[in-house]
């Protein structure tokens, strides 16, 4: 196992204070009535900019016209400043496809903006995608192979080229793309959500683990009648245009939440709609497995998955963190924003009363250069002050979402203990990070975890807490599956960065 | 009073959504040991970004390596943006003030960026001023009868050469910088927060009445041991330095709160620490006037004033709120984040379960360009998302700090009915905002208040919402003086946007 | 031929005022000592700044230090602006490629700047281009029916992935790249100027026609006595490093021009030097085809070009010119800068008194936006100021190097005339342009070309000139060839645009 | 003397390889029909461009549309780059003036960018500065010790708070702007030539020396057969505004050159044309002292001064060159294109054919960053190509306009000599500089003139020349009143910077 991490280390090259988020996509398309404004591009925009909590790193946007000459309009940066008045003039069509992609270090360039467009032998093509394929290398050196030069060592060129390649066997050579769509789901079984444009239509594809999240709205321009949320009769209502999203929050005011891409399906968008293509299923013996990270930390809380609300997820597991670690204590609160909805569920399950320890000091986030010895003592934990009319001389409960290297919990409890707390309890909402994500989570490597250390017992006495636990993998399991409404298939989640079960077994390149 | 609010109009032409924050000041000086770096600097800036709630628009900051010539770094947007590492490293110097600017419409520009300097024939001078004269015009007119030539509109330029000009009877002509600065006084007893620097002393100016805020900490490098907040034995403690802020909030690790400065108070900053120079008292019969909305509004919740925190006062009023305006519900939140100090008092005070209703987008700020009617639709409340878990099916309570226009109130509530809200209770934990501020906030004129509409009676039915209640100006003041823990002189607040008594009268111009 | 000149412009969409050049390229290769630095991307930066007049649109140096990892920098606009220091010290490596591509449309972005970078099954391969793919289109089609999707329209990738490509019929499989270049060359005969790089060398490659040009120089910073410029004895010096550039302007200071790429020629550069891997020849009966406008318009007046000095043709057209077309008159200048070697033949020949008759206004090139009528007149011929010293009172003859549209040379007569000229003589010391080029010129459509307008007998009526007149083809072939100095194989030049002649053909597509 | 050089060396800190332009003005006047657009500000922004040689740092205009309230727009850098769309659009009124400001160091801020506006008692006003005040330490103490407080060390602000204060007599207290222009001329009589802008009118100024350029011109749209230059009937054409600037060759098209505002005068400029308010005269026994480094070096050679055009002085210089060193030789060429004008004159009189020896490489500006050995040898002369058509084997004579420093003459020999030329001779059109100028250029400390190194007399050998040789002061002179038109009072140039004759004498604090 070592040898796997030391290469994802050697992969990456990049050492994060936290857990990244891995992309979100989007699309959209009306009728013709679109199809000489940018309003299209204007929906997808305002869709990245509520999934831009996925990625903050570079994005772009898509639109096609009708014809293989798409508009193009990629950068670096957030969505309001990449798409200007002036870049959205130039994105007009009737359909388009968006990206917002994670941030990661120096050697993150404009090259590697997503969408991913090429001119294919059948028409244009623009692929974006949010995961990571398990078998990149292998697919990528049958890529080569083929004597396709590859620009980068994105995932996203290589699903674009692989869906150009003619298989080895010939058995697609035509303009047929949900075949040539099959067949990389066959080469490459996890893990992606998928949004491809061909000049008149788009599919949506999820890989057949459901490991990446990604649904399916209506726009409703002319009926704002209905309830922001899942309703049974928004279906019966004539859409404007459809629209797919990494997750829910993106569907704002005209656009409505209808239902989730299934694990495995192909959903083809044309002008007439939405068509459910085909599903492809998992490997014999295989579950299901949709990420349980995006309901602990990387959703939005009003996201929908699986039917229930994130924050509904969420709150049951500071219910059941309640129930497993309970504590005497006369305040419970969290470090904001993130362990807001479990400190709220921990308060609802033990009675004690929840109030706010920390504000957030918003705008601080410079930090000194070449500081003096002076200096550096301000360094850590500028981002929170203790709010004193909470803390001086109480004994606090203070939640979190979860503890990755563990590096901000000891000066947040040291701010706590300064501003008169009488005792700091750490509960976290989620179990204890062990293991790397192959399928598109930035984890740490294995020795960065502060749940790999060999001191993790003391861990409490090491952080100056005077106590600390974990949600168990069973109690978080419970949690998530509690109100869970949808029971079509055998259920099941991913954890391996907790448990080291993964789903579709580690890359090719990592056995030995 | 119509004449003077329309003047009032005229003379901004801005309409802004809410009320803006007036502008923060920050100074600091340290010792012969800093001389040689941008250690101070960047205290400074860390400083400014603390109290970047109070100014968005420019910033700046001026050292002294003790000789006349100062250096001046100053620019338009965020203090992250603004001091790069290249403009860090030209800002050396034992000394410096700095300054942040509110934001207001186009016209604004890098000219107006404070601190303002000049040079006179008393040496350097740098001025940061956080206020607004409430008789500037007749001060302007007199400083440009006297051959002045004015570069801009802003009060800064006028109070520095105001100082600079000898007074017209001729009775200070020297260095004497107190008596200029206590002739000023004179001329102009409100509102500002000043810091004044001169090549080797800072003086820290509070207008007579304390309208504004400013205090006094201390750079504690060496010691770490005490508790972040006030503390008796801090004063002992010997000194590595001395810093000003508008708020006590931008005291972070290694800066400590001491005190206020006084109202009508002039501290002189030297390398041998601070002296009470003077204090120059209101007018006879004239009570002190600290601004109310700051505890109601704009300071950062953690910042201490009169010896309390405000986040203590904002709960009071929400207890206070509860009892005014009972009602029975099941959930009680806050519009985040302004209002969640008033909502953990009013569940407190009520004992409803406290609970968030709405989730912020974070990054969802651009709106639409040329929007169509169907886009149109989406751009309100594209900010806030409602959050089933807590809101379907309920009675919800929906706190916020004030109403400005009333113009975000209504699309909430549209967002929580639709969400599933059975009933929505809209609490406002300050009174009616009714008249414009001449002292340093921008408050929309008169015709643009909410409170000041025909059917204010009416207001929850315009809004929608089931009931909607303000506190009491008595309920604000008794919140406010709870606590209190200053009693020196004979305490007041100034209240004239709730009750038009200014406290120092009109502006001249607006006298008829 | 009307279809072909229609499809020309539909391809292009893009209507310029004059000829554009068609990219710059630049290699350089040095030894061990060299690998830890970017000694090599400066000097390639140096070499691209004197290729800048090839192409201002975008830029871009690929470095390698050994591996298949290469250092890549691009984007918009001049060498000077997108080599700062920041990028430029990520420029290590001892072998690099650049260049510099040529402006045209709104449509010109980051993603088709040059080098073209890809990763293939046997390392990593730099593609830098000067020319265009006569049968791009059927290359193209090749392409991308063997399954590859390709991301922009340039030559330049399709280049790269028709090298990457194993050869239909397999032959080349390994990585053997000579052999892949060979077959390239098959494939397209003309017209190119290429640099390949892989880890560890650079292929510098002109095609078979030596249709655009490219040579050979050398690094010799330790030996500074010998002329600048071709001297028998420097290929005996040891060299410090080689390098390859579409001119020999581009070889400065320690750079030393050697000789020419040969047409056809492939020449391998290593640690240890260039060799010359193979020459392929013309397909039989084909003469070489080196551009004739290089030497008239193009290129810099002191690049070498088939062993001639590029000024020296032009005085020599001028001189021709003045015997084709002589005419009294007081005065020669001509249209700086571009007219200067030509005025100078022409007076040498005439012995009519040369001397400056325009002034450039270095920094005029805005023009208004939204003019009124009354502005719009300002709008022409901003660019030059006539010198009255020279012109009043003169009958003056205007020498220019060629009349693409004809748009400015009338305002810059009617200047004349307004400054006082009594008469003037126009002088074109090339024939008209006539026809489109499909080998990199950016000419316009026929119907642009002044040279094919109805009434061209009534030229210089219609430009008010008292007499117009152009070189004959004859004659500029007698300029070219008078000092030519390399006459191996049987010489050739292209003057397609003069005749219609085409070299190789018209492209596939054209012909019908 | 060197106490003065010293002084001089402290006050300016910046070290510059040639001298420095010190700045060009330019206003405009229309009528109502301008009013509502932005024509007057389109007309003053092609001026800047004609003008931007003379300072290339910052620049600014300034709009009025009648009221107080002027429209403002200033930045760093180009002419072309500061005036967007977006700033231009903000320019609108029926005059304007603007200002192009010399580039020096790092210190240059946006602070110091002119024009300069102040409101003042009496209404706003805008100044823009070309020259410098010799006498500027003892007005600026005049101004501090009155109560001002300046925020730059510009003159400009010097001279607009000058123009805004009483004089301490009390004369002047009124809005008589001509009383406080006379009384300033008579505070400080050199150098300058300003533009002044109230809300209704321009002033246009020189200083009674007439040491720097100023000119009136007329704007006519609708007449365009006139010859561009001087003409005799233009003034009694219909005038649809007018237009003042530092040099005639601003007056592009539309505008069109009038004559000089004299040495002392004082024109008002309103809607209803220029009115000459006052001529203020040198003191008694002081000769009028045009700056005659303006013909020399400064200006534009299609200029008009005195009469007649700067390139007709600057071939007079060339062939009075000739006769005082004449040399035989086969080609005489120009450093270009300072030496292009004086290389005419030189051939003509001593017929020696004319012809090019160096070619310009344009884009070549930048340098190594940290070179090493290697590279360092590059870095001189990159600037320049010989053209071995007109070197090789040749005695060619190189002219330049002057020489400051010396340290590009010799690499260019060295340049001209690998490139074959049997020998090289250098004529400079000008006297050897040797002292300091305190009128406005920015010429090198003493020491660093190399007229003034000990081993002048060698400077031929030292450069590596056959010869070198400088035109005479009294050459000069001749020259320049060779074809002199104007001979109103008693003419003179100031030769300070060539004799140590100062025309007002040395400064204040320069005496001792």
């Known amino acids: 196992m070592e040898k796997a991490l030391k290469n994802k280390t050697d992969n990456r090259g990049v050492v994060e204070s936290g857990l990244t988020h891995e992309c979100g996509v989007f699309a959209a398309i009306g009728n013709e009535e679109w199809e000489n404004s940018n309003e299209i591009a204007q929906i997808i925009m305002i869709g990245l900019q509520a999934l831009q909590h996925r990625g903050q790193e570079s994005t772009g946007i898509v639109t096609s016209e009708g014809s293989n000459e798409f508009n193009i309009e990629k950068g670096m940066g957030l969505v309001k400043n990449v798409f200007t008045n002036e870049s959205m003039s130039r994105l007009n069509g009737y359909m388009g496809i968006g990206h917002t992609r994670y941030s990661t270090s120096a050697k993150s360039t404009v090259v590697n903006a997503q969408p991913f467009v090429v001119h294919s032998m059948h028409g244009s093509l623009a692929v974006a995608h949010n995961g990571e394929l398990v078998n990149a290398s292998a697919l990528r050196k049958q890529v080569l192979d083929r004597g396709v030069g590859l620009s980068t060592y994105s995932d996203s060129e290589l699903i674009t080229q692989a869906l150009c390649l003619i298989p080895p066997d010939g058995e697609v050579n035509g303009p047929d793309w949900p075949a040539r769509i099959r067949h990389l789901m066959q080469w490459a079984p996890l893990s992606y959500s998928l949004v491809i444009m061909l000049k008149d239509r788009i599919y949506a594809v999820r890989d057949p683990y459901g490991n990446r999240p990604l649904c399916l709205g209506k726009i409703l321009a002319s009926t704002t009648e209905m309830v922001n949320g899942y309703s049974d009769n928004i279906l019966d209502k004539p859409a404007d245009g ?71 997820v969420r709150v049951h597991c500071g219910r059941q963190l309640a129930l497993e670690h309970p504590i005497e204590a006369d305040i419970v609160g969290s470090v904001p924003e993130s362990g807001n909805a479990a400190a709220h569920g921990y308060s609802l399950e033990s009675n004690i009363p929840q109030g706010e320890l920390l504000a957030k000091n918003s705008y601080v986030g410079r930090t000194f250069i070449q500081p003096t010895n002076r200096l550096r003592q301000m360094n850590v934990a500028l981002k929170f002050s203790p709010i004193l009319t909470n803390v001086r001389g109480k004994r606090v409960i203070l939640i979190d979402d979860s503890i990755v290297r563990g590096n901000t919990v000891g000066p947040i409890i040291k701010l706590l203990r300064k501003a008169g707390a009488k005792e700091v309890h750490i509960r976290i909402a989620s179990p204890p990070l062990k293991y790397p994500c192959y399928m598109g989570i930035n984890i740490p490597t294995r020795d960065e975890l502060i749940a790999n250390a060999k001191d993790f017992e003391d861990i409490a006495l090491k952080v100056g807490a005077d106590s600390l636990q974990y949600l168990s993998v069973e109690g978080l399991v419970k949690a998530v599956n509690k109100d869970l409404k949808i029971k079509k298939r055998e259920v099941g ?18 056995r030995w």
């Open 242 to 312: 459809w629209v797919i999203a990494s997750e829910s929050c993106a569907f704002l005011k005209i656009t409505k939440y209808i239902r989730e891409i299934e694990p495995g399906e192909i959903v083809e968008l044309t002008k007439n709609g939405p068509k459910t293509i085909d599903i492809i299923c998992t490997p014999e013996g295989k579950k299901l497995a949709f990420c349980i990270f995006e309901y602990v930390y990387f959703a939005r809380p009003t996201s929908i998955f699986e039917g229930q609300e994130v924050y509904n």
């Open 493 to 510: 989640h991913c954890t391996a960065c907790l448990t080291g079960e993964y789903p579709g077994g580690l890359p090719d390149e990592l």
